[in-house]
């Protein structure tokens, strides 16, 4: 695979909309983005579920799978599944969204997707999340496709080390770890603690920069200022070649996330992130 193949995560794309919004859906249209993606260079793109509802409904998944693919998009990334972990009608409601998940991996070829801890940070069990994960790895396995939890330093799954320790005690070959290398730098994670991760425990890396000081909460800080890689405090290089040293050659996600970002026509907010990315690559 080649080294420098990058996935526009689905917040890259996505315009105007954030992950603190009671309505996350984009309101740009799945074509405009696909295109904007393809154009700057991407050949892989991420769906929010919710975004997944609205083109399923205007394309079908055999048309969404074609505008992918017409456009040179060949990794795809799906996300996030909550509350996988529980029971009651939080757990009801995850099912739902699961099924069609498991539905559009398999109809879209999809690379992996994308689950999340519990960010009330609530005392977990491992057993019964492992035996959960493992349950969730089959499912996607079956459809394709990979599972990856993503670790976040304000939940009860705060670093790689915490998120290794559940994908190893789940055990199933399908499951592992989204590092985003925001939550990494921002749960002080040296580098070269990357570069010990088992390759085949990594599923997804997704790059973006910050400054050195967190403003507001770490949650206010990740979905409103990110930066474009290059332009932070972090020390991407060093990321990057403990990542490789790990053994991880791609795709790489680039998820930016700023409120200067979000604010930028489709196809700059494209270019920019993967021109910032790429270049670090090299």
Known sequence: MDTDELLATCWTTAGDTAPDRDDQRS???????VEA??????SGIGLLYADLVEAEREYG????????????????ELEFLTDWWTDGPRRTASDAVRGDLLKAAEALGARHLKVGPDVEDQPWNLDIWAAEFAILAAQADGAGARLGIEFLPWSNIKT?????????????????LIIDVWHTERAHTPP????????????GVELSDADGTVVGTLFEDTVRRRRLC???SFALPDIITALRAAGWSGPWGVEILSDTHRTL??????????????ALLK
Not at 37 to 42: I, L, N, P, V
Not at 160 to 176: F, K, N, S, Y
Request: charged letters at 25%.
């Open 160 to 176: 790689v080390h915490d998120g290794l320790r559940l994908v190893e005690a789940a055990g199933h070959p399908a499951g592992g």
């Open 37 to 42: 993606a393809s154009a700057a260079g991407f």
């Open 230 to 232: 290059g332009e932070g």
């Open 192 to 203: 070269a603690e990357l570069a010990l991760v088992p390759r085949s425990r990594i599923v």
């Open 265 to 278: 026509p489709v196809r700059e907010a494209a270019a920019e992130a993967y021109r910032s990315a790429a």
């Open 27 to 33: 309101p740009l249209s799945l074509r405009e983005r």
């Open 61 to 76: 998944l055999a048309g969404i799978r074609s505008l992918l693919e017409d456009n040179g998009l060949v990794h795809v």
